[in-house]
Nanobody
Framework: QVQLVESGGGLVQAGGSLRLSCVAS????????MGWFRQAPGKEREFVAV????????LYADSVKGRFTISRDSAKNTVYLRMNSLKPEDTAVYYC???????????????????WGQGTQVTVSS
């Protein structure tokens, strides 16, 4: 199984940027499709972005498209989420997740993911 540890969260003003990192250990990183999700207080967890095993394919939630970029570095066993033009509504705990998936499909449903990190808090002030 794989262990996931996120970092990079914090407090930022609206319009600012952050880069989240998620380091994977315990298994071969390239076996996993990697996703980012978030959960705001009182709301359900929602999909943010996903990247394929070979980093060629990506999908984004409409709410972050054009502002967020997901990427991965196999040499560092790390997946990133670059967040630009942040808005107060982006405030949430952000989680990375790993999907042991050889189908090539990029899933938006959290139920498809096998492993989760502990989350990192992102707070955007207005």
């Amino acid at each position: 199984q794989v262990q996931l540890v996120e970092s990079g969260g914090g407090l930022v003003q609206a319009g600012g940027s952050l880069r989240l990192s998620c380091v994977a250990s315990g298994d071969t990183f390239s076996r996993y499709v990697m996703g980012w999700f978030r959960q705001a207080p009182g709301k359900e967890r929602e999909f943010v972005a996903v990247i394929s095993r070979n980093a060629v394919g990506t999908l984004y939630a409409d709410s972050v498209k054009g502002r967020f970029t997901i990427s991965r570095d196999s040499a560092k066993n790390t997946v990133y989420l670059r967040m630009n033009s942040l808005k107060p509504e982006d405030t949430a705990v952000y989680y990375c997740a790993a999907d042991l998936n050889f189908s090539g499909l990029l899933h938006k449903a959290g139920s498809e993911y096998d492993y989760w990190g502990q989350g990192t808090q992102v707070t955007v002030s207005s």
